[in-house]
T-cell receptor
Framework: AQSVTQLDSHVSVSEGTPVLLRCNYS??????LFWYVQHPNKGLQLLLK??????LVKGINGFEAEFKKSETSFHLTKPSAHMSDAAEYFC????????????FGAGTILRVKS | EAQVTQNPRYLITVTGKKLTVTCSQN?????MSWYRQDPGLGLRQIYY???????DKGDVPEGYKVSRKEKRNFPLILESPSPNQTSLYFC???FGSGGWNEQYFGPGTRLTVT
């Protein structure tokens, strides 16, 4: 069975400093991994996805994530936070098989201080 | 514009009064799914559909029904809503059912059952 653990429920950074949102996953199969972002009162937007190509994945708005199979991690990073990055972020795992079921982490709320 | 639409966006109802939340996509996607979002739990899958007339239960199907009579529409039906179904609901669709497919999310429906 798949599962996702987001290690921090809240992260607070200052504008212009790096962002690190941590995610560990468990999957019986070769997983696909995603990061979605949800701004207040908005739907979910895909930031980036890993589907077995390059282990370092670049996404939108300067975010990237590195798939580390040995550590079962898929942490999200950004070199320099912007005020508009304040949102809730979800790490998501899906197995490659039939069903396209997404398993979501509990979410990490990112606060960006000016 | 490619999109997933949901209606209504906000709904307040009373216990036991049947309701339907509509979901429609204009991308000719085969796969559609419903999720509910509750604080601290991320999103959990309610039902999904691989194609027309093919539906199956997700992780939290109790109290919900779905149908898929047309490829573009996937309504969520609450026959007898209860207060524990107060939640934020998202419909999503993807091109195929493989786990590597990006899912596109609707804007969400906030349901309150009193």
């Amino acid at each position: 069975a798949q599962s996702v653990t987001q290690l921090d429920s809240h992260v607070s950074v200052s504008e212009g400093t790096p962002v690190l949102l941590r995610c560990n996953y468990s999957s019986s199969y070769s997983p696909s991994l995603f990061w979605y972002v949800q701004h207040p009162n908005k739907g979910l937007q895909l930031l980036l996805k890993y589907t077995s190509a390059a282990t370092l994945v670049k996404g939108i708005n300067g975010f990237e994530a590195e798939f580390k199979k040995s550590e079962t991690s898929f942490h999200l990073t950004k070199p320099s936070a912007h005020m508009s990055d304040a949102a809730e972020y979800f790490c998501v795992v899906s197995d490659r098989g039939y069903g396209n079921k997404l398993v979501f982490g509990a979410g990490t709320i990112l606060r960006v201080k000016s | 514009e490619a999109q997933v639409t949901q209606n209504p966006r906000y709904l307040i109802t009373v216990t036991g009064k049947k309701l339907t939340v509509t979901c429609s996509q204009n991308m000719n996607h085969e796969y559609m799914s419903w999720y509910r979002q509750d604080p601290g739990l991320g999103l959990r899958q309610i039902y999904y559909s691989m194609n027309v007339e093919v539906t199956d239960k997700g992780d939290v199907p109790e109290g919900y029904k779905v149908s898929r009579k047309e490829k573009r529409n996937f309504p969520l039906i609450l026959e007898s809503p209860s207060p524990n179904q107060t939640s934020l609901y998202f419909c999503a669709s993807s091109f195929g059912s493989g786990g590597w497919n990006e899912q596109y999310f609707g804007p969400g429906t906030r349901l309150t059952v009193t």
